[in-house]
Nanobody, 125 residues
Framework: QVQLVESGGGLVQAGNSLRLSCAASGGTFSDLAMGWFRQGPGKEREFVAAINWSGSNTYYADSVKGRSTISRDNGENTLYLQIDNAKSEDTATYYC??????????????????WGRGTQVTVSS
């Protein structure tokens, strides 16, 4: 059983950067495809970014493309998400998720097998 714990949330001023971490335990991290999703106030959860097991392939939602970087450190069993030029619409609870089986469709949340509890990010203008 894989456990995922997000950290790094908090209050961020608009225009600044935010960096989230997701620590994984209980499984072989390098076997997992990973993703970040978020749920804003009054909204459904949505895809943000994803990365394959090796880190060689990354995927981004249009809303963060060009100002976001997803990365992973398989030696540290940790997933990261950095969003630059934060906007008020980035305010959300951010969740990391892990997918242990193929086929893997990065943007589809129902395919992920494990989820963290989330970390809240609030962007102030």
């Amino acid at each position: 059983q894989v456990q995922l714990v997000e950290s790094g949330g908090g209050l961020v001023q608009a225009g600044n950067s935010l960096r989230l971490s997701c620590a994984a335990s209980g499984g072989t991290f390098s076997d997992l495809a990973m993703g970040w999703f978020r749920q804003g106030p009054g909204k459904e959860r949505e895809f943000v970014a994803a990365i394959n097991w090796s880190g060689s392939n990354t995927y981004y939602a249009d809303s963060v493309k060009g100002r976001s970087t997803i990365s992973r450190d398989n030696g540290e069993n940790t997933l990261y998400l950095q969003i630059d030029n934060a906007k008020s619409e980035d305010t959300a609870t951010y969740y990391c998720a892990a997918d242990k089986e193929s086929p893997w469709v990065p943007e589809i949340e129902v395919g992920y097998d494990y989820w963290g509890r989330g970390t809240q990010v609030t962007v102030s203008s």
